[in-house]
């Protein structure tokens, strides 16, 4: 199975064996963060520094001002990595050692741009705005993610791109000194904070048959009880039905999957015509949920693989989970790539790295990801590399 690591340029710029490292783990790619969201990153191997601050959400290459000039919605640049583009700098280093770079392109996922836009984001049914989570039914955040899209895949180096959140963002967010655990919210209780009602997807709400205030109503009323008890377990699809009533439930999402997958088929084009050729690949990180926000978005299988050259989809934890990912796109054309977390410290198992991609493979998954060669420990790389030894019969 081909293996590529997520990678962040501060991993390679300024460390002179940083690619020599990667090399030698026994990956033939590397997918490199080109767009990416605010982070606080530990880089345990970096000769000159131990921790990344990314403010906001940034390129990490100089931005076409041709395509950006006088535009309200543009993307930030950083200042926490030295060099003019410090994509193009890593990107080189690693293909000296051999190896393939993909781009790795964060989108509807931007607090900066909620920040300092807040009209771009996401109100839930009680008139709070998420500003991590650009409203993806608005046309100026779409025209600004679908650029954002062919400028930050098509990188000098790279040979195809991963568009991570291309698809609808929503309360689920790993916030700065979060504190939304107290009552607990189950995957139903989720998607109906997800919902939006700015005045977009209000209209949108009318395109299907609902009434937006009807909507809100009943999404207050189906939540009441969850706030004055101990929350809601509720999960899946079924769950949500039971939570809002199945026939709304729908309704949100005829019109929230019409909104996703013309994000996602305008931004796979716009890769496409931005791209040198015909084999740059692009895939999208994905869920076959069409309900699940976030970085992994909700998709329609079929109709993600008749877009997409293929998806990387979730497949850290037992076999279940993997099943549940990857069972729905059986007999479907299109790489399948099982993205598992390989840092122990953030719940990672590479320890059974080798095992769980045998039975990803089982189950059609041509590819692995792994999250996250710059993030790992030593013995977290260690193991990855016996692992990937193992896979490949070594």
């Not at 836009?117 to 500003?131: E, F, I, L, Q, W």
């Not at 005045?199 to 205030?213: F, I, K, M, T």
């Amino acid at each position: 199975m081909k293996a590529s690591a997520f990678l962040y340029p501060w991993d390679v710029v300024g460390d002179p064996d940083a690619a020599r490292r990667l090399a030698g783990l026994g990956v033939e790619q590397v997918t490199l963060a080109s767009a990416y969201h605010s982070t606080r990153a530990l880089t345990p191997r970096h000769p000159a520094r131990r921790i990344v601050t990314a403010e906001h959400a940034a390129v990490l290459y100089p931005p076409d001002e041709g395509r950006w000039a006088g535009r309200e919605l543009r993307p930030w640049t950083q200042s926490w990595v030295a060099g003019d583009d410090p994509y193009a700098e890593a990107a080189e280093a690693l293909a000296e050692e051999g190896l393939q770079v993909h781009s790795w392109v964060v989108l509807a996922h931007n607090s900066r741009l909620g920040a300092e836009h807040p009209d771009t984001s996401v109100v839930n049914a009680y008139g709070d705005r998420y500003p991590w989570a650009p409203c993806i039914a608005r046309p100026d955040v779409q025209a600004y993610l679908v650029d954002l899209a062919a400028e930050a895949a098509v990188r000098p180096g790279a040979s195809g791109a991963e568009l991570e959140s291309c698809g609808w963002y929503g309360f689920a967010h790993l916030h700065a000194h979060d504190k939304t655990s107290g009552v607990g919210l189950g995957d139903a209780a989720q998607y109906l904070m997800s919902l939006c009602f700015c005045a977009d997807c209000r209209a949108g709400y009318a395109s299907v048959g609902l009434d937006a205030e009807e909507l809100r109503a009943a999404v207050h009323s189906a939540l009441e009880p969850v706030w004055a008890g101990q929350g809601s377990g509720e999960s899946g699809w079924q769950g949500i039905g039971k939570l809002l009533g199945a026939d709304l439930a729908d309704a949100t999402l005829r019109w929230r999957g019409q909104v996703a997958r013309g994000l996602q088929e305008a931004a796979v084009a716009a890769v496409r015509g931005a791209a040198p050729g015909p084999d740059f690949q692009v895939l999208l990180h994905a869920d076959p949920a069409p309900y699940r926000t976030g970085a992994n978005v909700g998709t329609d299988p079929a109709h993600i693989l008749s877009t997409a050259d293929g998806v990387v989809l979730p497949c850290t934890g037992g076999d279940a989970a993997r099943e549940a990912v990857l069972g729905p796109f059986a007999g479907l054309s299109g790489v399948l790539a099982a993205n598992f977390n390989v840092v122990t410290g953030m719940g990672g198992s590479p320890g059974t790295l080798a095992r769980d991609a045998a039975h990803a493979a089982s189950l059609g998954a041509g590819e692995l990801r792994l999250y996250h060669a710059g993030l790992a420990s030593g013995p977290d790389l260690r193991a990855v590399a016996d692992a990937l030894s193992a896979v490949r019969g070594g």
